[in-house]
């Protein structure tokens, strides 16, 4: 197992060079090292040659127990891809992944959640009730972009000032997640949030002394606002709106299951959501469809059974 390291080294050179985001290479890594440190734990120590399907079962089911499928099934191919590179190095005669498949999965199964709009307006009165200024108009921006354009958390984080194109109102998000940049308008509120804030940041920062600051969103000390900076900060907002366990990826959720109900064309909210294939922002139609609804309406038991006879019938 002394050739671990360096064979990992040498595939994931292989594997950045496809020009996949940060995230998705260190993931990747850490995936990797896990598997290697498992197996030079064992005592004996295997030789890496010698690796059979019986030592890689042992291993998942200790590495996936009371995990997701999505897990599973994720962590069967970041070690497929690299069984594959084993036996293309002459290590492995075979790949044993061959045989171990990760569970089925199913897209439509689990559906993305929602945020209700009784809940989205008590999040924004809640935001709006801090008592400290800069503090409430950081966080009613924050609402403002999550939910007014679906950014993930990464990208609200990274971006800068420079991002903010004012004259066009939209924002320009890099691509380290899907590869490939956009550019995204901001509605009207939510660019007015984001326009007021940005006063409040000026005079934040220059009291500071941090006018260099590039990030768009800064916290009390001047410095760029962290992804757990985010979800923490938002947490407290949803506790003090008394609501139940509502994360970051749900205001993107949500945006994308209003902007389909609101007559929006799934191409379109794909574009500005910045999905890669079209089949995943299709999962949203599962939560608001708009054309389902309206079919419905002309199911011919509306004709058959008037709401008069019904109300007879009771």
């Not at 890689?56 to 590179?85: D, I, N, P």
């Not at 609101?262 to 079209?278: P, S, Y």
Request: hydrophobic share 35%; aromatic share 8%.
């Amino acid at each position: 197992m002394r050739r671990w390291d360096t064979l990992v080294d040498r595939y994931m050179e292989e594997y950045s060079a496809r020009g996949l985001s940060r995230e998705t290479v260190h993931g990747v890594r850490c995936e990797l090292d896990k598997w290697g440190s498992w197996m030079k734990r064992r005592r004996p120590k295997p030789r890496l040659e010698e690796i059979d399907s019986d030592l890689l079962l042992h291993y998942l089911q200790e590495r996936t127990a009371f995990r997701s499928k999505a897990t599973v099934s994720s962590v069967v191919s970041k070690m497929r891809c690299m069984g594959k590179f084993l036996v293309r190095e002459g290590y492995w005669r075979q790949n044993p992944f061959r045989w171990i498949k990760g569970p089925k999965r199913d897209p439509r199964a689990r559906l993305p959640r929602r945020i209700s709009k009784e809940a989205m307006q008590q999040v924004w009165h809640s935001a709006a009730m801090n008592r400290r200024g800069y503090s409430r108009s950081l966080w009613i921006a924050v609402l403002g972009v999550l939910y007014g354009t679906g950014l993930r958390r990464g990208e609200l984080e990274r971006l800068n000032v420079s991002h903010w194109c004012r004259d066009e109102g939209l924002l320009e998000v890099d691509g380290r997640k899907t590869g490939w940049e956009r550019r995204v308008v901001l509605p009207e509120v939510s660019r007015a949030c984001l326009e007021s804030y940005l006063v409040h940041r000026h005079n934040h920062l220059e009291r500071l002394g941090h006018l260099e600051e590039e990030a768009l969103l800064v916290n009390q000390h001047g410095f760029r606002l962290k992804g757990f900076q985010i979800s923490r900060g938002l947490s407290r907002i949803i506790r003090r709106a008394g609501l139940e366990r509502i994360t970051v990826h749900q205001f993107r959720h949500t945006c994308a299951s209003d902007l389909l109900e609101a007559g929006l064309h799934v191409a379109q909210v794909q574009e500005i959501l910045g999905h890669r294939a079209i089949s995943t922002t299709v999962r949203y139609l599962h939560v608001s469809d708009p054309q389902k609804t309206a079919a419905v309406r002309l199911h011919p038991i509306n004709s058959i059974l008037k709401s008069r006879e019904i109300d007879d019938a009771a």
